[in-house]
């Protein structure tokens, strides 16, 4: 179930990041963010689990 939740989002990002060039510590910033709530998307569920 992780893997899915992690593969959707990457793929997102992935279109995300083609439509928008790179403008420096803004994505810097957005990487900091995504990796949080991918662990705490994580955490969640397996201790949910």
Not at 3 to 31: A, K, Q, T
Request: aromatic residues 16%.
């Amino acid at each position: 179930m992780e893997e899915l939740v992690i593969f959707i989002i990457v793929l997102g990002l992935s279109f995300y990041f083609r439509n928008h060039p790179s403008d420096g510590i803004g994505h810097y910033i957005l990487y900091i963010l995504i990796a949080t709530i991918l662990t705490i998307i994580y955490r969640a569920l397996r201790y949910a689990s």
